[in-house]
């Protein structure tokens, strides 16, 4: 009679492990920090069109913002981050990345835009060129000193422009290069 428990237990067991679906072999992940662009924009190696992306724009930082639930980095900027400090001519350190985004808030912040999606980043987010009534919006932050021209030469000449009208972050005391603070941030510095 031993036996024939064991067996009934045995046979439960079975039924109970393959109910549940722990039998199914487990799919393989890619890292958190890679995560992949759309699958149409891989499935052959053509590189095809921008993806236009079009919407109210929801403001997430000084170069973010986030259109029709997609999280947006603009293209060809780089904006001081939330808590990145600047020091005024009169010696008084602020919050520069929340200044900037206050700006970029009272700009688009709301309103329809227009994104050209060029590629994305490791976090899945787009990158691309934003433009509101016909204003390139990157452009915008560079010219008026609340980012500056990085990852790409899109931008510098405007960049060059801001600098020498000590217009936003170049008319400073002092002021940090966005890239330079993550870095030191990162190192613990």
């Given at each position: ?87 005024h001519g009169d ?56 980012a500056i021209a ?40």
């Amino acid at each position: 009679m031993e036996s024939l428990e064991v067996i009934a237990l045995a046979a439960l067991a079975a039924v109970l492990f393959l109910s549940n679906g722990l039998f199914r072999r487990r799919r393989r992940r890619a890292p958190r920090d890679k995560v992949r662009a759309p699958r149409s924009r891989r499935e052959s190696g053509r590189r095809r069109p921008a993806r236009t992306i079009s919407g109210k724009a929801y403001v997430t930082d000084g170069d973010g913002i986030r259109v029709s639930g997609q999280e947006i980095r603009i293209a060809g900027i780089d904006a001081p981050e939330w808590d990145q400090p600047a020091r005024h001519g009169d010696g008084r350190w602020f919050a520069h990345g929340k200044q900037v985004k206050s700006a970029l808030i009272r700009k688009i912040g709301g309103r329809r835009v227009r994104v050209e999606v060029e590629e994305y980043d490791r976090f899945g987010r787009a990158i691309g060129v934003v433009t509101c009534d016909g204003c390139d919006i990157g452009e915008w932050l560079v010219r008026e000193g609340h980012a500056i021209a990085a990852y790409s030469e899109r931008y510098r000449h405007v960049e060059r422009e801001a600098r020498r009208a000590r217009r936003g972050m170049w008319a400073h005391a002092r002021n940090i290069d966005p890239r330079a603070w993550r870095h030191r941030r990162a190192r613990g510095v």
